[in-house]
């Protein structure tokens, strides 16, 4: 979804958003019904999560917090194996993601330490393909799937808070 604003080969390059190490294993993508049917049937373990949802269960062999642990469906050599039609939403439009503010306020972010972001141009593209194109499959996606919004984290940059996801207007 994002293929105009970062090159396929530069995500591939990093693979940043398809590693986790045990602290921000919270990050794992949720996985919308019918996509986490199609995964359990190919074998790969998934987790629920507290609020019900589910995601992807992570096989890590110590209790270090630092240690790392790529998702399931990575191979190394290819990237995902799932189509790009048929990857988990928040996968398809990292680093953009939608959170809760801290008085539950529906937010678009954007992780900030994404290695494609650290040009100003690029950011800005990012946040105007936020604000214009994706806003709208954003807000649909967030009335479908609300158990799929996270709360706001420090190393994510709010883009644009929504006062009410059902009539929407940008704060």
Partial sequence: MLTHIFSP??????RLCCNFCQRSA?????LEPELAALIVQNGVPLMTRPNGSKSFALHFTSNDPEE???????????????PREKRPFECRVWPIRLMHDEQHQLCIAYYSHCPALQTPDTR?????????????ILLDYAERFPKSIRPLDHHYSIIRKIKNAAAPSVV
Avoid: M, R, V
């Fill in 9 to 14: 080969a530069t995500c591939a390059q990093c």
């Fill in 26 to 30: 919270w990050e794992t993508p949720f």
């Fill in 68 to 82: 790392n642990c790529n998702c399931p469906l990575l191979d190394t050599a290819s990237g995902c194996t799932l």
């Fill in 124 to 136: 800005q593209k990012l946040i105007h393909y936020a604000t214009n194109e994706l806003l709208p």
